[in-house]
């Protein structure tokens, strides 16, 4: 069983090692088969779709940019081509001047390069206006021009459908009265939208709980026939449907039976071992076409370990999702923001377990508490991410965040995030 | 007398300190109270091999532990106005709180980490074995909590008679002390972990 999707891809050149496994997955026969695997992280074939079915109406824009490459947007405005991962557009009509950023500290918290990030942020002829809607004054909430203060999803009403490994509905009702002036992401979006002229279009004459029941009466007829209706899960407090799982599903068994009858969804039908599509995109030293080992842009073989000489990655932690949670303190005391760091590359520093720690490179600079540990490979440190970014005046990271020394630099296929390939050396501080 | 007790398998704990908040929420317990500890237990040594690669030879498991409610529970013992006792019912170590004076004694006579002080109250503090929830036939929040089903409790014989009698992982206290009432299914690795020099390394979050 190969399974991949766990930070391996977050890396330079992630692309690479994802291919390779798909790869090495046909050329063993390892595919079609039970505990063989294809590609992905191992979701159930035919499950559920990944977030929940609001409708979206349509869109007018026809411009998109990738995730990762919002400052470079920024930056470049009506200049950004495809060659930074435009789409839909040639160019983008005008420079980008204002940002209205929803549940989300991954503006300046989770991208790359946060010094960087701050200071594009802070250029007021860049970005004019920052609107962060969120329910705590997070690091990106630091720099919002206005903040529209979000309830919790305990205060108002919502639904989920399980994502990866099984078919599911969860009933989340409203079980507390929003807050002070908080309100609902939906209530902010209907009110914004009744400004607009756009408040019946929007909300279709229904609120929180009436989108709830639509949508739950909308799995009903098409996806769950066996659940009860909404008025009766909500009167006798049920809530979580989940479709048993009689048998394993597996991933491209017609295929494997009879590839000229059930082709893949490639050009030519087969498993491209070599993609004449990659080929054809002429870059073989990023981009080949069959998958190989590529020495990454920061790397312990490069000249650039000389001057930083441990690679360092920021693994999720126990304690957090991602940046959500790094402000309760039952957590932070069950898993306070640490730099792990082998015994070994601690001795040729003088480094004790619990000393004060700074990780730096040309980026910046991280201040932390270490724990000395064998559980991490000599010459590897880690800085597990999503803790809240919180600089000094000398600009050095109190916090622990560790995109304060992570690269803006994308991947070349999938214009995706390598932020566990950075270099850095750590010295012990005070 | 009954006498009940937690199991912990150590092989299938993952550290992930569900347990840890669960009683917290459960108890509304304030940073810097644990009635539950998870105990990171780490060494070993990493080696250069001939090939150039990293060789690793680890002893590395977490050990989650709360009140062992003892047979012969040292904090009772020291205690000097017996505001700690040994309840008929579950044989379950409780406390007092009108007679607790906050003096501490049972804090060092608990070789388990047991008791905790409540600066606020400025009373001692423990695990009750959630007995509010065993008396309307609920399991106690911790063991309800773990996502790897790596806790469970009950009558110690039927615990014995279901995982063993293992009271003891490297570098618990030797059970003769205070005979504690738990069942401990040993991760693989606590064999080694003695000749690996194995510590406690995360002695900060377990506030020791």
Same mark, same amino acid.
């Given at each position: 069983m190969l399974y991949q999707g766990y930070g391996m891809q977050r890396r330079a050149y992630g692309e690479q090692p994802v291919r390779g496994g798909c790869v090495l997955a046909a050329i063993t026969g390892n595919i079609g088969i039970h505990g063989g695997w294809a590609s992905g992280i191992g979701l159930q074939p035919g499950g559920s779709p990944f977030w929940n079915i609001f409708p979206m109406k349509n869109?007018?824009?026809r411009a998109s940019i990738p995730t990762f490459l919002w400052t470079e947007a920024v930056l470049r405005g009506t200049d950004l081509s495809k060659e930074e991962g435009l789409r839909g557009v040639e160019r983008l009509s005008s420079n980008i001047k204002m940002i209205w950023a929803v549940a989300s500290n991954a503006l300046i918290n989770q991208h790359s390069n946060i010094n960087r990030t701050a200071r594009i942020l802070e250029? +007021?002829?860049?970005? +004019?206006f920052l609107v962060v809607q969120d329910q705590f004054l997070t690091s990106t909430g630091k720099f919002a021009d206005l903040i529209l203060p979000a309830c919790m999803q305990f205060e108002t009403w919502g639904l989920e459908d399980g994502w990866k490994y099984g078919e599911e509905v969860i009933l989340m009702p409203q079980i507390a009265e929003p807050a002070f002036e908080t309100k609902s992401d939906y209530r902010i979006c209907a009110d914004l939208a009744m400004e607009l002229g756009l408040f019946n279009e929007f909300t279709e004459g229904l609120d929180e709980k009436g989108w709830t029941k639509r949508l739950w009466e909308s799995y009903r007829s098409n996806r769950f026939p066996d659940i009860p209706d909404f008025d009766t899960v909500v009167r006798n407090n049920l809530g979580v449907y989940s479709l048993p799982v009689h048998e394993p599903k597996i991933s491209f068994e017609d295929f494997v039976r009879d590839p000229v009858n059930n082709p893949l969804n490639t050009p030519s039908g087969k498993v491209e071992i070599f993609s004449p599509e990659l080929k054809e995109l002429n870059d073989p030293d990023e981009i080949p076409p069959v998958p190989k080992y590529i020495q990454e842009w920061e790397s312990p073989f490069g000249p650039e370990s000389e001057k930083y000489p441990l690679q360092a990655i920021g693994p999720h932690y126990m304690g957090r999702v991602h940046s959500t949670h790094d402000n309760v303190d039952w957590l932070k005391e069950a898993f306070p923001q640490r730099i792990f760091i082998n015994k070994k590359d601690a001795e040729d520093r003088n480094i004790e377990d619990g000393d004060n720690v700074m990780a730096f490179n040309d980026r910046g600079k991280v201040e932390l508490i270490c724990r000395l540990t064998e559980r991490i490979l000599p010459g590897v440190v880690a800085i597990p991410q999503g803790a809240w970014w919180e600089p000094d005046r000398k600009k050095v990271d109190q916090g622990g965040s560790v995109n304060t020394l992570t690269s803006e630099r994308w991947t070349p296929l999938a214009f995706g995030n390598a932020q566990h390939t950075i270099m850095v050396e750590i010295k012990k501080v005070r | 007398m009954a006498q009940f007790g937690f199991f912990i398998d150590t092989s299938a704990c993952s550290g992930c300190k569900t347990c840890q908040v669960a009683c917290k929420d459960k108890n509304n317990l304030e940073p810097g109270i644990l009635w539950r500890r998870v105990y990171e237990i780490s060494g070993g040594n990493w080696e250069k091999g001939s090939n150039g690669g990293w060789k690793a030879s680890l002893s590395t498991y977490n050990l989650s532990v709360a =009140?062992?409610? =003892? /047979? /012969?529970?040292g904090c009772v013992e020291a205690c000097p106005t017996k505001a700690l006792y040994k309840e008929e019912k579950r044989g379950l170590v409780l406390i007092d709180e009108d007679k607790c004076i906050g003096c501490r004694y049972c804090e060092w006579a608990c070789p388990y980490g047991a008791l905790q002080f409540d600066r606020d109250r400025g009373i001692m503090s423990k695990c009750d074995f959630c007995v509010d929830y065993l008396d309307v036939g609920s399991s106690p929040s911790c063991v309800a909590s773990c996502p790897m089903r790596a806790l469970d409790f009950g009558e110690i014989s039927e615990l014995t008679l279901k995982y063993g009698n293992m009271k003891h992982i490297y570098p618990m206290a030797d059970p003769e002390i205070t005979k504690p009432c738990l069942v401990i299914k040993p991760h693989p690795e606590a064999e080694t972990a003695r000749s690996n020099n194995a510590r406690v390394a995360n002695k900060e979050e377990v506030k020791q």
């Open positions: 869109n007018p824009v250029e +007021e002829s860049l970005v +004019e | =009140c062992n409610h =003892c /047979e /012969e529970p």
